[in-house]
């Protein structure tokens, strides 16, 4: 947040990009909340707030990934053996992956027509090439959060190594209940909104809440079903045996 508040200042191009975009996943109140946040970073931002802010965030957002880390050995049907230093590791590392991967998704959906354009001039491309990127670039953005569950799914649970798949049914399903969920309740939201004369200010910050939630939610229902799946893979190869 801090960041944003050195390259996303009020009036700019990044900021206004960022946030329309996200108002089409988001809940308007969430984005709203989110607009009111940005305006208060970027006049206290300071480089003290931003070391502070980016240690802070990494180990409060592994502590989250640790919950997830939990709850899908029991989805896995696994007790945790790791020592704690050893989770805190796997929870910080799928911490920063995660904010790679969204930061690359975002970088897509942001500048997708720039670098569509810069990868047409360089190459000598023609203008179709240019519209076949600016479809094509959404389903990218998309790979990139299919990546960030399936790194969750992988490393998080204590289970023995298995081989990486770019792609698992757990990891589809997540992602497309995610997409489902986010625009189900922005339109139900669109249509119900009375919440905010009942919670008042505090209505945008438990929709965030919810929404993130919901989000967390997927990604253990996506877990879950990759778990089912290795379980009966594993039996059926034992009857083989």
């Keep these: ?16 990009m960022l946030l ?5 996943v988001m809940p308007g109140s969430a984005v709203k909340l989110l607009h009111d946040t940005l305006d ?34 029991v989805a896995h049907k696994v007790k ?13 590392g799928l911490t920063i992956a995660m904010a790679v991967t969204t930061v690359s998704a975002l970088t897509i959906v942001l500048y997708g027509h720039r670098i569509g354009d810069a990868i047409a001039a360089s190459f000598g491309y023609e203008d179709s090439f240019k ?11 998309l790979v990139f959060v299919l990546i960030t569950f399936n790194l969750i799914f992988h490393f998080a649970p204590n289970v023995p190594r298995r081989h990486w798949h770019w792609s698992t049914p757990g ?26 004369r009942t919670y008042g200010s505090l209505g945008a910050l438990i929709v965030l809440m919810f929404w993130f939630y919901l989000t967390g939610m997927s990604i253990l229902i996506g877990g879950e079903i ?9 039996s059926r190869s034992g009857a083989e045996d």
């Design 1 to 16: 947040m801090t960041l944003l508040g050195y390259f996303a200042k009020a009036g700019s191009h990044l900021r206004n």
């Design 20 to 24: 329309r975009y996200l108002a089409t």
């Design 40 to 73: 208060e970073v970027s006049s206290r931002r300071g480089g003290g707030k931003l070391s502070f802010g980016l240690v802070a965030a990494l180990w409060l957002a592994s502590n989250g990934m640790s919950a997830i880390a939990d709850t899908l050995n």
């Design 80 to 92: 945790e053996t790791r020592s704690w230093w050893r989770v805190r590791l796997v929870s910080l």
């Design 131 to 141: 519209v076949i990127w600016r479809i094509v670039q959404w389903p990218i953005a």
């Design 171 to 196: 990891g589809v399903v997540a992602v497309a209940l995610w997409l489902l969920i986010s625009f189900g309740l922005r339109l139900y939201l669109h249509f119900f909104h009375s919440y905010s």
């Design 226 to 234: 990759n778990s089912e799946i290795e379980g009966a893979s594993r």
